[in-house]
């Protein structure tokens, strides 16, 4: 059990940290100008400097790749940023209050959000104001708000019945004062758990969005956009597709290890001892 | 049991309710007259005017929702200002193609799922259960277009065995219609049966170290028959409300995958009336994929108290 | 008369750790025998030992013989055949021993048609049992799904699921520890009476004395001292049954409580030789050889007796 945790953290933290490092090396550089369209260089093989090769337009596919990692952790980063900032506080609110107005109407809320899922979000978003990075972060993010308030909600109604919130109510602290000071800390782990898990849903909901069209605009590289560039080439360059698909796959994969890693680390629930004469 | 179906009826009808409002407002922020875009740049104030009496939007917004929702209401969905036809058959006929797409993905990740799930879990201890785990792992990882994307290439692109794209109606040539859709069927129900086998896996992991399957052992069962008859009925609770969101992020993950096959479901009418600009029917078709969202939340709660007598 | 019973060097670890070290007693037919001792002692791997339900990764060695059939060591299928028929059990927890699912009556007519009755006659005589266990209207309760049942009647339930086949002998294990005071008289009170041979698991030793005839006490996976409740309790010979017994009584006002110094080790932590010496009072450097269980019917495994 141990050693698993483990793994699932070492494996999941190096995919991750694979996927920040291309994104922060590719601010300082890349092999080519990831933009640059050569047609010169078009549909251009691996090797000789370019590694992975270049697509239709000449782009080389490694620089594009790179600065695509920026991308998505861009969109990862303040989708899942609004859902964090957004969901906390109302699942917190929810849960402190779990008989009250205003826990039903957050909740009630909360559901019908949850019935309109990122893309559609990011449809309407696109179609009112223009698609873009903007509208599709937003879009994942709103999406994502339902999720950190339900995890958050049910979180806080645990933390509420142990005793040191019993002691601490019944000594007068303020509500206000008991979430930021007690209740928050508490479930640190959890929303921790949620972020790593939501951060995996975004980067697949901004591949999605991009490959449709909803997304990241060119010329910003994309690897959902990559994706679909590569569709009518997959007969003769599959490695077109090959690329992106595994970096979208190496990304996810990588989040979802770590918000598995992380949950057998922190849940002391999962750790259970090992034998021991009461089963 | 019925006061609660009553109920949740009413919940069902006031979020539906509610989620028209957000779909119409959303819409009506939209920038640009639909009289004007129809008619272009050239036309005078007097057509403009009369195409807007003609599409209803020289109303105010509250008389136009009301008159949008009550005939949503009755199936009727209003005509297109783009092309002037009815929306509400459109949406009928690409309901159908969607709504089969998605009830085979669901079908094919459960065939998946349950018996793998199942299996890695009792045999959680012991490689093959491992190799299962890692394998859903990595299913999750792959969205669904790019799993079609793969299958294309390998059994459209290197075995040629099946069509890379296109639909053709079951009325048309069945055997066509079957084999058009085995990919993108594959597609959703790859991924989704991985994502489901981790929670088939992980329900019938805690049900496994449940007192009453003890008593069933001490009764005289088997470790198997006493997972069987007592084990899988207690697993599924978690799993359906699972279950419920799967298929709402099936649903979605449909529209993207139709783009990829060709298949001219909900998902490409819909992003076609983006194209278009054509409002009426974005609307139309969000509002639709909305509602079935919220419907398969109702038919979940409804599902989870049939099976659970404690909550009856 | 034969033993209905018969125990021979049983043990049970799990990895390399020795969890119950070679046990050995008997139960006569009709007899009724209590198992005491704190968690940790290894009493319920010794009961689950004999249903053959020990924990994955967990194995018993010796022999078990109930009535000339074998429990230990032997095929799965064999012994699945007599639990629930031969011998049968109750568990400590009746909140979750029942499955949520499932109507009590199905649950309890499941044991029968499991060992060969037919549908029909195992749901008719389920309802029998339930009236048997004393649960007031015995037919509705058949009808109910366990959350509709309070502690003590859940617990009935299991009694009667265990009574069903008329097995030769019952294993208890802490049956009335999670059930209120008022409940647990009347719950041991129907178990001495409807149990065709008990073997009762205990940590309380006032059950013991009213339910049992005789006493098993378990100290780290072994018996420390066995005999007849009466002469065990009142002139106990361990010294590890006499500060159970000292810790147990009431005492008056002022003075103070007595208690076993230290606590129960971790298994595989306990000393070589005695396994109580460390905490024993009156150990000495003789202790760190094994004392072997010696003495006809009141028998101790203690170089520095009592009394």
């Known amino acids: 059990m141990r050693g698993r945790t483990n793994a699932g953290l070492l494996v999941g933290g190096t995919l991750v940290g694979l996927v920040v490092l291309a994104a922060l090396v590719s601010f300082f550089w890349t092999p080519h100008d990831p933009t640059l369209v050569d047609a010169a260089r078009k549909l251009r093989e691996p090797g000789g400097g370019y590694l992975l090769g270049a697509d239709k337009f000449g782009r080389d596919t490694l620089s594009q790749l790179m600065v695509g990692a920026r991308t998505t952790l861009y969109v990862g980063i303040v989708a899942v940023g609004i859902a964090a900032l957004v969901g906390t506080p109302l699942g917190l609110a929810a849960g402190m209050t779990p008989r009250g107005w205003l826990s039903e109407l957050i909740m009630r809320v909360n559901d019908l959000v949850f019935a309109f899922p990122a893309l559609l979000l990011a449809v309407m978003l696109g179609a009112v104001y223009g698609a873009g990075t903007l509208t599709a972060m937003i879009a994942i993010g709103v999406a994502t708000v339902p999720a950190f308030a339900r995890v958050a909600r049910a979180a806080t109604l645990q933390v509420m019945v142990t005793d040191y919130i019993l002691a601490a109510r019944a000594a007068g602290r303020r509500r206000t004062a008991i979430a930021v000071r007690h209740v928050l800390p508490n479930i640190g782990s959890v929303l921790i758990v949620q972020a790593s898990v939501s951060f995996a849903i975004a980067i697949l909901a901004e591949a999605a969005l991009s490959f449709l069209g909803f997304g990241t605009r060119p010329p910003t590289p994309s690897w959902g956009r990559m994706l679909q560039e590569s569709q009518e080439l997959l007969f003769s360059t599959p490695r077109l597709a090959l690329w992106p698909g595994l970096a979208i796959a190496v990304a996810v994969l990588g989040f979802n290890l770590l918000g598995d890693g992380l949950r057998d680390h922190l849940d002391p629930k999962l750790s259970r001892i090992r034998g021991g004469e009461e089963r | ?312 | 008369m034969s033993a209905l019973l018969t125990v021979e060097g049983l043990s049970v670890g799990a990895d390399s750790v020795e969890l119950v070290h070679d046990l050995s007693f008997t139960i006569g037919p009709g007899e009724r025998v209590g198992l005491i001792g704190e968690s940790g002692s290894g009493k319920s791997l010794t009961a689950l030992s004999l249903m053959g339900l020990l924990p994955e990764g967990v194995v018993a060695s010796g022999t078990a013989r109930l009535g000339g059939r074998d429990l230990v060591g032997v095929q799965e299928a064999r012994v699945k055949r007599l639990r629930g028929s031969e011998l049968s059990m109750v568990f400590q927890e009746p909140m979750t021993a029942l499955n949520p699912l499932m109507r009590v009556g199905a649950q309890v007519a499941e044991v029968m048609t499991l060992h060969g009755r037919s549908r029909q006659d195992a749901r008719q005589r389920a309802v029998e049992l339930l009236a048997r266990v004393r649960l007031p209207e015995p037919a509705e309760i058949a009808r109910a799904y366990p959350h509709q049942l309070s502690g003590g009647q859940r617990q009935r339930v299991m009694l009667a699921i265990a009574l069903a086949n008329e097995p030769r002998l019952l294993i208890c294990d802490e049956p009335t520890t999670a059930l209120d005071v008022t409940v647990q008289k009347q719950m041991l009170e129907l178990i001495a009476e409807v149990a065709p041979a008990l073997l009762f698991i205990t940590h309380d030793l006032a059950v013991v004395a009213s339910v049992c005839e005789r006493v098993l006490v378990m100290y780290g996976g072994r018996v420390v001292e066995s005999g007849p409740v009466r002469e065990v309790f009142t002139h106990p010979r361990h010294r590890y049954t006499e500060g159970l017994l000292a810790a147990s009584r009431l005492t008056p006002r002022g003075t103070r409580l007595p208690t076993i110094s230290g606590s129960v080790p971790a298994a595989g932590r306990f000393p070589s030789g005695c396994v109580f010496r460390n905490r024993c009072p009156h150990a000495t450097p003789a202790c760190e050889t094994a004392p072997a269980l010696t003495g006809d019917g009141h028998a101790f495994a203690c170089w520095h007796p009592a009394g």
């Open chain 2, 1 to 312: 049991m019925t006061l609660y179906l009553v109920k949740r009826l009413g919940v069902l009808l006031a979020s539906t309710a509610a989620a028209a409002v957000v779909v119409f407002a959303f819409m009506a922020l939209l920038p640009g007259d639909p009289a004007e875009i129809a008619l272009g740049v050239n036309a005078t104030p007097e057509a403009v005017a009369e195409l807007r009496s003609q599409f209803g939007t020289d109303r105010a917004p509250v008389v136009q929702f009301l008159d949008w929702a009550g005939g949503l209401a009755q199936g009727d969905f209003g005509t297109s200002y783009v092309t002037g036809a009815p929306i509400g058959p459109q949406i009928g006929d690409r309901l159908g193609v969607t709504a089969v797409l998605v009830l085979g993905g669901m079908v094919l990740a459960l065939l998946i799922a349950v018996p793998l799930g199942t299996f890695a879990a009792v045999h959680h201890r012991n490689l093959l259960g491992a190799a299962i785990s890692v394998a859903s792992q990595l299913g999750i990882a792959i969205p669904a277009f790019l799993a079609g994307i793969l299958l294309v290439f390998v059994f459209a692109v290197q075995a040629q065995a099946l069509p890379s794209g296109g639909y053709v109606p079951i009325a048309e040539n069945p055997a066509e219609w079957l084999r058009g859709l085995v990919l993108p069927w594959l597609s959703l129900g790859l991924v989704q049966g991985a994502v489901l086998t981790r929670y088939v896996r992980s329900a019938v992991l805690d049900v496994m170290r449940e007192d009453y399957l003890r008593t069933a052992r001490a009764k005289g069962r088997g470790a198997t028959g006493a997972l069987w008859r007592h084990g899988l009925r207690n697993a599924s609770i978690p799993v359906v409300t699972v279950l419920g969101l799967q298929l709402a992020t099936l649903l979605i993950g449909a529209v993207v995958v139709e783009r990829v096959f060709v298949i001219p479901g909900l998902g490409d009418l819909l992003l076609n009336g983006v194209a278009q600009r054509d409002l009426l029917l974005v609307q139309g078709v969000v509002m639709v994929l909305v509602a079935a969202v919220l419907l398969i939340n109702f038919v979940v709660d409804v599902a989870y108290r049939l099976l659970d007598p404690r909550l009856r």
